[in-house]
C-alpha cells in the first residue's frame, strides 16, 4: 500500500527535526554481520551490538501526534500498543543493525521505511530460510511479527546507499 503524502511529510519533519546520535560498534565489514555464518554463531539475542547508524530522538516522541498515522494503521488492521515510537534511524551509507530478535518485547511492529537508493534491505530468518527484503526507493513500510524467547524472530538491516526508519509497536485488531 502506497504511503499517503500527507503521512510522510509528518515523517519527514520527525527526521529534520530530530536530534541524531550516532552509534557504531562493529571491527568486521558490515556484510559479516548480516551474513548467515554470524547468525549461526549468534546466541540468541534481543538487540544487537554490532551496527552502524544514527539514532533519532525525535523532538516529540508522541507518535498520536502524526497526523494521519492511526487511520493508515487502523486500515492495515492494527492499532498503536503505545503511543511512544518503537525506533528512529537513519543509517548512513554502509549501515547496518546486526542479527537480532527483539524477543523481550514482542509484539506487531510496522516499520515505514524511506531507502535514497532502493538497495537497502530487511534481511529475516523464516522456516530455516534467510530471506533478503530489499526496500522500494522512497517511501514503503512493512509490518511484522516478533516472538518472545520460545518464537524468535531473527532480523538485521543493511543500510545501502542511506535509509530511514520509523516503528511502532502495535495490536491486530481482534
Ligand atoms: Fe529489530
Not at 520527525?14 to 554470524?38: C, T, V, W
Amino acid at each position: 500500500m502506497k504511503i499517503p503524502d500527507h503521512l510522510t511529510q509528518a515523517l519527514q519533519t520527525i527526521f529534520q527535526e530530530g536530534e541524531m546520535h550516532e552509534k557504531r560498534k562493529g571491527e568486521e565489514a558490515p556484510d559479516f554481520y548480516l551474513s548467515e555464518n554470524f547468525l549461526k554463531q549468534s546466541t540468541l539475542i534481543s538487540y544487537c551490538d554490532h551496527k552502524f547508524l544514527n539514532s533519532i530522538t525525535p523532538r516529540n516522541e508522541n507518535a498520536l501526534d502524526i497526523n494521519g498515522l492511526l487511520e493508515f494503521i487502523h486500515e492495515l488492521g492494527f492499532k498503536l500498543a503505545t503511543n511512544k515510537i518503537a525506533g528512529c534511524f537513519f543509517y548512513p551509507a554502509n549501515g547496518f543493525m546486526g542479527w537480532h530478535t527483539n524477543y523481550s518485547d514482542k509484539d506487531w511492529r510496522i516499520y515505514i521505511v524511506n531507502s535514497i537508493k532502493g538497495d537497502s534491505f530487511f534481511r529475516y530468518k523464516k522456516d530455516d530460510k534467510i530471506i533478503t527484503d530489499y526496500d522500494p526507493i522512497g517511501w514503503s513500510y512493512r509490518a511484522f511479527y516478533v516472538g518472545d524467547a520460545s518464537d524468535p524472530y531473527w532480523h538485521c538491516v543493511n543500510g545501502g546507499s542511506g535509509r530511514y526508519s520509523i516503528g511502532f509497536r502495535l495490536k491486530k485488531i481482534p
